[in-house]
């Protein structure tokens, strides 16, 4: 099974479009947005552009490459005969969806830590050591919601439907959820389809560490939720696709 | 001991019947070809043999155990009608992870070298051509060494000269005392490279026997001559006749037993016998007779 962790993970590296969006565009649009706001600072949170910017594009970061590792590739695979290739060797059911979700987890880390050695090199934030951990691990571990939805729609959808319904989920919950611009300049309804999003939730608490601050209970209750509810319809729609008829 | 039992296998799909009743055993260290038209039930059969599918009713063994045993244990490997590639995995790549999945698997040289793709063994599988792509699931098929390997139409995509290569490679593992069955609709393959060929239409064995069985077994053979201007009544009730044709001034009779049907014309006509051919059957019109709809 490492030996399936390992091959899952060098063909996502030598995938064009998992480097383009997940790995280089979070640090590219940091160090644009950081060089325009970055001395900005934060009225109610004191905390600087820099820093809110870094968290946000990590955020994003890590919520494509969930959704992109998992989404695309699964549907395809299920699609061209792959899945069917591995369902006929003795490698267990099981394994290939928790490798699945190993190797999207270990995918999240070049760009969540990418975005951060950015942040230190060019705008020179720096948190104490038990922030930075804090920080780094809590949005590493809040990706297993997306994870979870990205496995569903490779699960439930054909390759060419799954390809732009990840990418309007992957944008939609970024947008919305306040990753490329703050919550408070939406407008109300946004706002409050916002605050029901796991992607608001889980930047939430990635602002509060860095800022500091113990996460919000609501913050870290409803990335929970999410993780069960979209795991729970992972589970689902994955047996859904593998039956044998 | 069998490799493969079928037990009344009955395989519905909705009101469609794809398997109709098989029963078949197949000996471990033989070679059998599954011929049949498109539909006559072979991927299916295919396809419950590796637990793909489950039956509707009846029982498949493979080596003393059920098909989803069989696959755990690492004794069957396939080589299915579709099946792409990982395109960013090169040819060694995938076929050394599908060989690491079995517990016995071959070396990883002797694979490449058994598929012809020691040269392409650094080649990404998005830069090979069709042909080549089938030569690497012929290579994941076997590499984990299994006993029984099954080809469901495996050279569908191939030009002349790669499937040649390809029986002479499928040959090869044969010979190392391992069990294989392939589905084809080519009657020319199945004569060529099994030492049995089951015939199944309608998803019912037809026909099972060595090739040159079953065109023995065909009402296929025809006797022909020059008539003239005699007449042809009588002919279809010479011993072993089936059918009577008459082409310009030449009679075709097709017989099941040509030997007691010239006895016949020679003894017990008055005919004027000229320019005689006896043709016996090919294993196409075997294959016509057998599968065509009753």
Known sequence: MSHYLKIELLRMVRNKRYIIFVVAFPVVFYLLYSNLWGDQVDETTGLKGAVVLMVSMAAYGALAASIMSSAVPWAQERHSGWLRQLQITPLPGWAIICTKLIASMVLVLPSLLLVGLAAVLTQGVSLPAGEWAGLIGSL?????????????????????????????????????????????VMPSAMKSIAQVLPSYDYASIGWKIAAGDAPDASSVLGVVGWAVGLGALAVFAYRRATVRA | MNAIAFNGVTKKYGDVVAVDGLTLDI????????LGPNGAGKSTSINMLLGLLRPTSGDIKVFGNGPDEAVTRGDIGAMLQEGALIPELTVRESVDFIRRLYPD????????????????????????????TQRVRFA???????????????????????????????????????????ATHYLEEADQNSDRVVVVARGKVVADGTAAEI????????????????????????????????????????????????????????????????????????FLALTKES
Do not use: C
Request: no cysteine; net charge negative; charged share 20%.
């Open chain 1, 140 to 184: 590493w571990i809040g990706t297993i919601p997306f994870i979870a939805l990205g496995l569903t729609i490779g699960s439930l959808l054909p390759p060419d439907t799954a390809q732009p319904v990840a990418m309007i989920g992957m944008f939609g919950l970024a947008l919305l959820g306040g990753l490329w611009f703050p919550v408070e």
């Open chain 2, 105 to 132: 698997p071959l070396p990883l040289d002797e694979v490449l070298r058994m598929a012809e793709l020691t040269d392409l063994a650094g080649r990404r599988a998005d830069k090979l051509s069709g042909g080549q």
């Open chain 2, 27 to 34: 000996a471990a260290g033989s070679t059998v070809a599954l």
């Open chain 2, 140 to 182: 994941l098929a076997i590499a984990g060494g299994p006993k029984l390997l099954l080809l469901d139409e495996p050279t569908a995509a191939m030009d002349v000269e790669s499937r040649r290569s390809f029986w002479d490679n499928m040959r090869a593992y044969a010979a190392q005392g391992r069990t294989i069955v392939f």
């Open chain 2, 215 to 286: 065109k023995s077994g065909v009402a296929g053979h025809t006797v022909s001559f020059r008539l003239g201007l005699q007449s042809a009544a009588g002919l279809d009730a010479l011993p072993g006749v089936s059918a009577v044709e008459i082409q310009a001034d030449r009679v075709t009779v097709r017989t099941g037993d040509p030997d007691a049907t010239l006895d016949a014309l020679y003894r017990k006509t008055t005919l004027d016998v000229r320019d005689l051919q006896v043709h016996g059957a090919d294993l196409e019109d075997a």
